[in-house]
């Protein structure tokens, strides 16, 4: 048995667990509203961003609907709605208006995290050239993807995506482009905002894993601290607020936390593989990402496609994901993190979710038995003449889908992140994946507006210099749009 010892407590206004793009929103939200709170942030591993906000842990796609096909899906009757398609760029159009904000201020010292990549969809044969078009016509006369442009013919997508056209045997495809997509350094941008705070107060400590999050009768919160490098150095932080954004491990916390609001959810996690192509020469034959349709089955997360990506100023090629399955919520976690997260109340949810998703499991089956030359053999799918040798098998982030209580169902698996707050709003957990990082902004808002409810007038004026349209949809107030979406594009030196 292992014998926590404590050897100091501490206090915090605020803590945030996990150092990775979530937390780092958060913390600079309220670091300008409430800049006298003390803020802490503890992370299991010695530098932030390192699971899934990690440049090659994510595809780095600025999720904006643009491209990613499971946001506006058919109906039974052949029909699209756009609405969900427009939600998730309305959410993205709030991130893009923090980055600039904090460019402009000076709080992110540069925009080298984002660059533009233009966003494409590209479908075979005639079912899904058929929805393609369906999914054009529903979008392309909304305010934000009047830019996207639709085409069946084979000469125009290959101006726009070369490699997906080059060697391609006869038969029908179509495609869509949209010029004001982004690709961003999720990692980059997380580091950017953490030393920001750190340089304002903020105390940002590494190999700190917490083991125990206990509600004080003061409604307060004590958190166990282990220190992975030095058990001598273990404490307890007692904190006002505490916001559980440690991806996978979440989840984790949240069920010790007992909050009634966290009974009933469980995890199922889904790991990924990436190609990578690192030849510069390849590399700047393709200015695009383009995503297809997924698999029957495959979560949104698995959707393929071949992207252009900018990590640490250098470009490259991936494509992927290849979905696994592995029972750790981190890449960096334990194989017992699914088992240690079974509890009474969720059982019976998740066997329910996972009797109504068998597909799925047989999508991972098939997955999990992939080897090199299948791995290969999908990437000529969307680029018929890459040369095998030049591409390289990556491990990806680890994902972990939300299954949680549903009155009709007894239990669901959830596609997406959900935001899990206690009555009092003292403390809260993000748990899920996709469109995740791209949504970051958002979802904090989300959590101040739930948490901190009494103090949204006081903070108003602050968030609006922040994020100029806050609380405007975009979509449906054109001027307002071409005014934000002009600002942003240009501070952040992206396409309008």
């Known amino acids: 048995m292992e014998f926590f010892t404590v050897t100091r407590t501490e206090t915090a ?15 600079v939200l309220l670091k300008e509203v409430e800049p006298s709170w003390n803020i802490t942030i503890l992370e299991r591993l010695d530098k932030p961003a390192q699971e899934s906000s990690g440049p090659w842990n994510n595809a780095g796609t600025g999720h904006s609907a643009l491209c990613e096909l499971n946001y506006a899906p058919a109906a039974a009757d052949g029909s699209v709605d756009p609405t969900k398609a427009i939600g998730i760029n309305e959410q993205f159009q709030i991130s893009r208006q923090l980055w600039a904000s904090l460019v ?31 999914r054009y016509a529903a979008l392309g006369n909304q305010k934000l993807f009047e830019r996207m442009e639709f085409s069946e013919d084979r000469d125009q997508i290959a101006q726009w995506a070369p490699l997906t056209m080059n060697g391609r045997t006869p038969g029908r495809v179509a495609a869509t482009y949209s010029p004001e997509g982004t690709d961003v350094d999720f990692g980059a941008l997380t580091k950017h905002m953490i ?40 404490k307890t932080i007692r904190a006002k607020f505490v916001f559980l954004g440690a991806g996978g ?22 790991s990924g593989l990436f190609l990578r192509n690192t030849s510069e020469e390849t590399a700047l034959k393709h200015n695009a990402k383009v995503y297809g349709q997924a698999s029957v089955g495959a979560p ?8 252009t990506r900018y990590v640490n100023g250098k470009r490259s090629l991936l494509f992927g994901p290849y979905a696994g399955f592995k029972t750790n919520f981190l890449k960096q976690g334990s194989l017992l993190d699914l088992p240690l997260s079974l509890r009474p109340d969720n059982i ?15 999508y991972l089956i098939t997955e999990v038995l992939k080897n090199r030359e299948a791995h290969i053999a999908s990437l000529h799918e969307y680029y018929p003449e890459a040369q095998a040798d030049e591409w390289e098998l990556i491990t990806a982030g680890q994902r972990v889908q939300v299954m949680k209580k549903d009155a009709k169902k007894g239990g669901i698996l959830q596609f997406g992140t959900e935001l899990v707050a206690a009555g009092d709003g003292s403390i809260a957990a993000l748990l899920g994946a996709s469109p995740g990082a791209s949504t970051a902004a958002p979802i904090m808002f989300k959590l101040l507006e739930q948490c901190f409810p009494t103090r949204m007038g006081e903070w108003e004026p602050r968030l609006k210099e922040l994020v100029p349209a806050y609380g405007v949809p975009l979509n449906s107030n054109p001027e307002v749009a071409d005014e934000i979406m002009a600002y942003t594009a240009k501070i952040l030196g992206i396409n309008n």
């Open 348 to 362: 019976y949810p998740m066997a329910r979710a996972g009797l109504d998703n068998m597909s799925l499991t047989k």
């Open 195 to 234: 030393n920001y705070l750190k340089e304002n107060g903020a105390q940002v400590e590494f190999g700190q894993q917490v083991t125990k999050v206990t509600k004080e009768t003061d409604g307060s919160w004590t958190l166990s601290v282990k220190n992975r490098l030095n058990s001598e150095h273990n």
């Open 249 to 270: 491990g979440a989840l984790s916390l949240l069920q010790k936390s007992g909050i009634p609001e966290g009974k009933g959810f469980g995890g199922f996690p889904v």
């Open 104 to 134: 402009e201020e000076g709080k992110v010292p540069n925009a080298e995290f984002i660059n533009p990549v233009p966003h494409m969809s590209l479908v075979f044969g005639d079912a899904h050239s058929d929805y393609m078009k369906q």
């Open 300 to 307: 949104p997360m698995s959707v393929p496609h071949l992207d």
């Open 13 to 27: 206004d605020v803590v945030l667990v996990g150092a990775g793009i979530m937390s780092a929103t958060l913390g």
